[in-house]
């Protein structure tokens, strides 16, 4: 079992930044996939990062490519979501979630674990 807690939302204007981070804990080691969902009102859950166990894979929703970037540190068991030029059409909840499985996927069912999520709201 793990669970994640996000941190880091809030309100920002547009052409602003914020760092969202998730602390993982449960597991013992850190080999999993871990990425970041998210859910604007009226709107279905989207894609918008992913990390492989190493770091060394990522992969990025088209909305968010050289906007954001995500990043973890297993020494800390957390994961980062850098949010840079950010726009109104961003606002969401934003979700952690992790995968047992090796590799990174774009497709929510692929996923063992989700935090509660934490609101992005941007203004124009």
């Known amino acids: 079992q793990v669970q994640l807690v996000e941190s880091g939302g809030g309100l920002v204007q547009a052409g602003g930044s914020l760092r969202l981070s998730c602390a993982a804990s449960?597991?013992?080691?850190?080999?999993?996939?871990m990425g970041w969902f998210r859910q604007a009102p009226g709107k279905e859950r989207e894609f918008v990062a992913a990390?492989?166990?190493?770091?060394?894979?990522?992969y990025y929703a088209d909305s968010v490519k050289g906007r954001f970037t995500i990043s973890r540190d297993n020494a800390k068991n957390t994961v980062y979501l850098q949010m840079n030029s950010l726009k109104p059409e961003d606002t969401a909840v934003y979700f952690c979630?992790?995968?047992?499985?090796?590799?990174?996927?774009?497709?929510?069912?692929?996923?063992?674990?989700w935090g509660q999520g934490t609101q992005v709201t941007v203004s124009s």
């Open positions: 990390i492989t166990w190493s770091g060394r894979g990522t």
């Open positions: 979630t992790a995968r047992v499985s090796r590799g990174v996927s774009s497709d929510e069912v692929a996923y063992d674990y």
């Open positions: 449960g597991r013992s080691d850190s080999s999993y996939t």
